[in-house]
């Protein structure tokens, strides 16, 4: 008789729960991975911004010249850069030009593409071929817009005053070479590569705004300069403080425009802080002068900045 043996089988000895993770780790791991996104930014900013402003702001304060690439030798002469370039009356007189040629450029740019934003919003035929047209003068470089405006706007040859010489309007006016007249034809020429950086931006902006609003201004009785006051307007304030804020630290500092226009000139018509920096610094191999006006156009901007930060926090609240 055969007998079969039954193996018992031990219960298994039941897993022990795993930890808790631990939240102290959890939170530097997180961290860390958050420093290692922002880490390369960091890096770049301190390397190409927090560095060359900081080796500015001490240049500004020495006696820095072609020879000191030589010998490395820069002494300080404490504030005399500063004194001498408030005390030098081209620098009052680049300091009016080039708030005169900011709020200009920045007024004519804003409410041409304004206007241009409101007018393409509406449907019509060659819309996106027209407002791809308009496009062009943006996409150009600037010293390239420079020169050809330097030809076109020149007083004996140029295409402008051949056209206005047919129209008997008077084809002999000196747009780039009188002191009366440079500036102004300076800031023209801004306006008109500017205009398509406004647009664009309005136009997404205006894209943006409710048509039901529209309509019940509409309903309700509102002219379209009413509702465009009163509806547009409003909306579009974000969107306009952008395009003001960002025009401004595109305008204040433009150097390669009025070079390739005027060089400054005629008799410093047309010099900037931007022009004085480079003429400063370049020309005269004066570099703690340059660095000083260089500074001088860096707190403008941050004071700028500062303004559009304050704002921008009290249209949050």
């Not at 003068?137 to 405006?149: D, E, F, N, R, T």
């Not at 974000?238 to 008799?267: C, E, N, R």
């Amino acid at each position: 008789m055969t007998t079969s043996t039954v193996t018992a089988r031990t219960p298994e000895k039941a897993s022990a729960p795993a930890a808790a993770p631990d939240p102290a780790r959890i939170a530097r791991r997180r961290r860390l991975t958050q420093w290692g996104f922002v880490a390369p930014a960091v890096v770049f900013m301190l390397l190409f911004f927090g560095y060359p402003l900081v080796r500015n702001v001490v240049m500004s304060f020495q006696h820095y010249t072609p020879k000191t690439f030589f010998t490395g030798e820069a002494p300080f002469n404490g504030a005399d850069n500063w004194s001498n370039v408030f005390h030098d009356a081209l620098f009052g007189k680049a300091l009016w030009h080039t708030l005169v040629f900011t709020a200009g450029s920045l007024l004519g740019q804003f409410c041409i593409g304004m206007a241009l934003a409101v007018f393409f919003s509406r449907r019509f035929p060659l819309n996106g071929v027209l407002r791809s047209l308009i496009l062009l003068p943006w996409l150009v470089p600037m010293v390239v817009s420079g020169i050809v405006w330097r030809r076109i706007l020149d007083q004996d040859t140029g295409v402008l005053n051949s056209f206005l010489d047919t129209l008997g309007i008077g084809g002999h006016t000196p747009w780039l070479t009188s002191p009366d007249m440079a500036l102004l034809s300076v800031i023209l020429v801004n306006i008109w590569i500017g205009i398509p950086f406004n647009m664009v931006i309005l136009y997404g902006g205006l894209q943006e705004i409710p048509k039901e609003l529209h309509e019940a201004a509409a309903l309700d009785g509102a002219s379209a300069w009413r509702t465009f006051r009163s509806v547009t307007l409003p909306m579009l304030k974000p969107v306009i403080t952008v395009v003001l804020v960002l025009g401004f630290m595109s305008t204040v500092k433009i150097l390669d425009l009025i070079l390739a226009l005027t060089d400054g000139g005629p008799a410093d018509a047309t010099q900037t802080l931007g022009t004085l920096t480079y003429q400063n610094s370049f020309v005269q191999l004066d570099f703690g002068a340059g660095a000083v006006v260089g500074n001088v156009l860096i707190l403008i901007s941050a004071v700028f900045a500062v303004f559009y930060l304050r704002a921008n926090r009290t249209e949050g609240k």
